[in-house]
């Protein structure tokens, strides 16, 4: 026989403040079943945007998001309870026997680092299909600063299109910004987001050539936007979904420097091989930060499991201009939950420093706070570990570099054994650029004929595929890769 429900009032405090705090929250008894506070849901619709936010299932596990207090109708006897905040939160678990009367339970949670102290500010650069409130509710329970709510083309319509805020928070509350603009989609060249952008870019969705993926980032730079190329799978004709950054328009569009970001996303754990692609880029010597985004549009992503963090400088105040050139000028780490610093001679991701000879020794620190092994750290200088870390007690790795040519150096760090044996990417900094006078590193040979190849696979389907209107849309489209071609064969010809 079912034991009766009573109504308990649940309070989650901040340590810090001892004030009510947004958090992810799971109700259980001891047979494992689980209890959603009121205005919460009990059983998910767990379709693709359909009935997003406030609700969460995660491994198999479900939990409600409230902010910071919630009622609730449990039964007698002993509750399990499970509180997270995002990853620079402990995580709590508590177990507490309801007796007759029991009305209340209180409860805290306790930061373990605090990098807005550090000017690091966390954001994610990829929420769709939910409302601005549902995301600032999700945004603030796993500790963001910055929310990117996207509209998003679906097949019932533009949802938060009405909502749409550019260059400003469409709500602000404390210390967690929504921000709504655009993700815009060419079903046959790719993808990109369209942050801080001063209007809606239309078409949100094409599929003809009349507009090419270029001409959207040169709408949203006409008002310091900032132009996000969002990776894709791409369904091979007789295989599984796998994942490159050799496809459509938006390699092409970084060679004629319209591309400010790269996101770090869910599809660079389908394949290694990205973080290689991405390292030619490097070396090609296109500059292009990273940014984390968790592309939650289900109640199965968690907002903010991929997100950003991005520096500002000294004195500036937090604000989404102040958050959005800090992205673009590269001061970021995208990471799926570690924490991961790095300096080069004191300098942080995105410095371009200047050495005065070629013998001078660059000093290197690059550390994850809190590491969970099996873990490894590594440090990349041109596309070549030079260091690596696989301490149980933490990563951190302390060195010094020559680097006679100059060049780029980075940090990643890689953890989560599969079944495999191998290790999936959990964080990746930006690169810092090392510049020497009269001298830089020879360029990327394979990355670039790889990237000439493509490109001219690429005008094929111009030519041959592109579903256009008249033949001026087929040159403009044309023009575009023929004007990366250009750019990549020039940066092969330069002499180190």
């Not at 239309?202 to 310091?224: I, M, N, S, T």
């Not at 091979?236 to 996303?265: C, N, R, W």
């Not at 990563?395 to 780029?408: D, H, I, N, T």
Request: net charge negative; glycine share 8%.
């Amino acid at each position: 026989m079912a034991q009766p429900l009573h109504t308990v009032h649940v309070r989650v405090n901040d340590a810090a403040t001892g004030q009510p705090t947004p958090v992810r929250i799971r109700f259980t008894d001891e047979k494992g079943t689980y209890y959603a506070p009121f205005g919460r849901l009990k059983e998910l619709n767990l379709e693709f945007d359909f009935d997003v936010g406030g609700n969460l299932l995660l491994d198999d596990k479900q939990f409600a998001y409230i902010d910071g207090s919630c009622e609730i109708a449990l039964p007698s006897g002993r509750i399990f309870i499970e509180v997270h905040k995002g990853p620079e939160y402990e995580s709590l678990t508590h177990d507490e026997t309801l007796g007759p009367g029991k009305m209340a339970i209180r409860l805290e949670i306790r930061r373990w680092s605090d990098l807005r102290q550090e000017r690091w500010h966390p954001g994610d650069t990829m929420v769709a299909i939910m409302s601005p409130h549902a995301a600032l509710l999700e945004g603030a329970a796993e500790d963001l600063s910055v929310i990117n709510l996207l509209v998003v083309g679906q097949r019932w319509g533009y949802p938060n299109l009405l909502a749409f805020s550019g260059q400003k928070a469409a709500l602000e509350p404390a210390d967690t910004l929504v921000v709504v603009n655009s993700h815009n989609v060419h079903h046959s060249l790719g993808r990109v987001s369209l942050l801080n952008c001063h209007r809606v870019v239309f078409p949100l969705v094409e599929e003809l050539g009349d507009w090419a993926v270029a001409d959207w980032c040169d709408q949203c730079h006409r008002k310091q936007g900032l132009v996000v190329w969002v990776p894709e799978m791409v369904p091979p004709e007789h295989d599984d979904e796998y994942a490159t950054l050799h496809q459509g328009e938006l390699p092409a569009d970084l060679a004629l420097s319209k591309i400010d970001g790269l996101e770090f996303d869910e599809v660079w754990e389908l394949n290694s091989e990205l973080v290689k692609e991405y390292y030619g880029f490097l070396n090609l010597g296109f500059r292009l930060p990273l940014v984390g985004g968790s592309g939650k549009s289900t109640n199965q992503q968690l907002l903010g499991g991929w997100r950003t963090y991005a520096r500002l400088q000294p004195g500036e105040e937090f604000n989404y201009k102040n958050w959005i050139e800090a992205v673009r000028a590269g001061r970021t780490f995208a990471t799926k939950g570690a924490l991961l610093l790095l300096t080069v001679n004191g300098q942080d991701p995105g410095a371009m420093i200047n050495i005065e000879s070629p013998d001078q020794i660059i000093h290197v620190h690059a550390g994850v706070r809190r590491a969970f092994p099996p873990d490894r750290l590594e440090l990349i200088v041109n596309g070549k570990v030079v260091a690596e870390s696989n301490k149980a007690d933490g990563s951190q790795l302390e060195v010094e570099v020559p680097m006679p040519l100059g060049g780029w150096i980075a940090a990643a760090y890689w953890g989560c054994e599969d079944s495999q044996g191998g290790f999936k990417l959990l964080a990746h900094s930006s690169p810092v650029y090392v510049q020497v006078p009269g001298r830089r590193p020879p360029p990327d040979l394979e990355a670039g004929r790889k990237l000439l190849k493509h490109f001219d696979e690429m005008l094929e389907w111009v030519r041959t595929q592109a579903r256009v209107e008249n033949e001026d849309q087929r040159a403009h489209l044309a023009r575009v890769f023929e004007s990366a071609k250009e750019e990549v064969t020039r940066r092969l010809e330069q002499k180190s």
